[in-house]
């Protein structure tokens, strides 16, 4: 009879961590349409969040959206879900992200 040790337990939780996926909020979801759709982009995925009324359209005196960093935290939250990849800042500007397929 063989016994499970304490390292063991901890091991096969893991293995079940990685085999639940957690289900994209509705938010999330919106942002896969938009990517779905063929949009890569950061900031235009902010803009059409503002008009589907996810976030606030303020502006900075350079009109960047003021919800453009929370927009960026939420795609990078996706990248390391595995959901979404990060591909690159444009200057600062703006930031890439492709689908995880």
Known sequence: MSQISFDDLFLEEKKLENTIKRIPSPLQNDILDLFHKGETSALAICEHLIKLGKY??????????????????VL??????????????????DRTYNLNI
């Not at 990078?76 to 500007?93: C, I, P, R, Y």
């Open 76 to 93: 990078d939250s996706m990248a390391n879900e595995g959901l979404l990849v990060f591909v690159e800042d444009l200057d600062k500007k």
């Open 56 to 73: 606030s359209d303020e502006r900075f005196s350079t009109n960047k959206p003021k919800d453009y960093g929370k927009v960026c935290l």
